[in-house]
C-alpha cells in the first residue's frame, strides 16, 4: 500500500468527514462535549463502513449506524455520554476516560440481531431482531435519575458503580 493509502485495482480509501473537534469541546462543558460526540459518532462510523467495504467487500458489517441512529432518538440517551469499543455502544454518566458506564450496552452482531448486556458483569438482558427494540430494552433497564452526563472522569465523581455481586 503507497502512502496515499490507496488500494490495489485502482480503489482508494474513502475521504474521512469533517468531524466535530473533540479536543475543544472540554471547555464548552457537559451538553456540549455529549451534543458534539453524539454528531460525530455516526460520521466516525460511516468512514469505517466505507472502508470496511474496501477491505472486505460482501462481508457482514454489525449494525452499528442504524443502533447509533436508534440511541441517538431518545431523549434519556442523548443526555449520556456514546462510546463505542469493539463495535459495542455504550452510554456514560462522565464525559471523559475512564466512563462510568450506568447503562446497559449494546452489541451489534454480525447476523443482524442486537445483544443487550448489564452495564457491569456483561450478563445478557437480551436479544433482538432490530435496532430499535435493542434501544427499547435498554430504555427499560435505565436506572431512575440517570443523567445528564457531567463533566470528568468516573475517578472525579462522587458516585461510582457497584461491584458486580460476587458469585456464590
Request: proline share 12%; charged share 15%.
Amino acid at each position: 500500500m503507497s502512502s496515499n493509502h490507496s488500494i490495489s485495482a485502482g480503489r482508494s480509501w474513502p475521504t474521512k468527514a469533517n468531524k466535530p473537534d473533540m479536543a475543544v469541546v472540554p471547555g464548552r462543558g457537559p451538553v456540549d462535549a455529549v451534543e458534539t460526540k453524539w454528531r460525530q459518532l455516526p460520521l466516525t462510523w460511516q468512514w469505517i463502513r466505507a472502508r470496511h467495504g474496501i477491505t472486505s467487500p460482501g462481508s457482514a458489517f454489525p449494525g452499528i449506524l442504524p443502533l447509533v441512529a436508534a440511541a441517538g432518538a431518545q431523549p434519556r440517551l442523548r443526555q449520556l455520554y456514546p462510546f463505542t469499543s469493539h463495535f459495542t455502544l455504550a452510554f456514560s454518566s462522565c464525559t471523559r476516560y475512564p466512563y462510568l458506564v450506568e447503562a446497559p450496552v449494546v452489541e451489534p452482531l454480525h447476523d443482524g440481531r442486537f445483544r443487550v448486556h448489564s452495564p457491569r458483569g456483561g450478563a445478557v438482558i437480551g436479544e433482538t431482531e432490530t435496532a430499535e427494540e435493542a434501544v427499547a430494552l435498554v430504555m427499560t433497564h435505565l436506572p431512575d435519575g440517570l443523567g445528564p452526563a457531567v463533566a470528568g472522569t468516573a475517578d472525579a465523581l462522587d458516585r461510582q458503580p457497584a461491584a458486580p455481586p460476587a458469585s456464590p
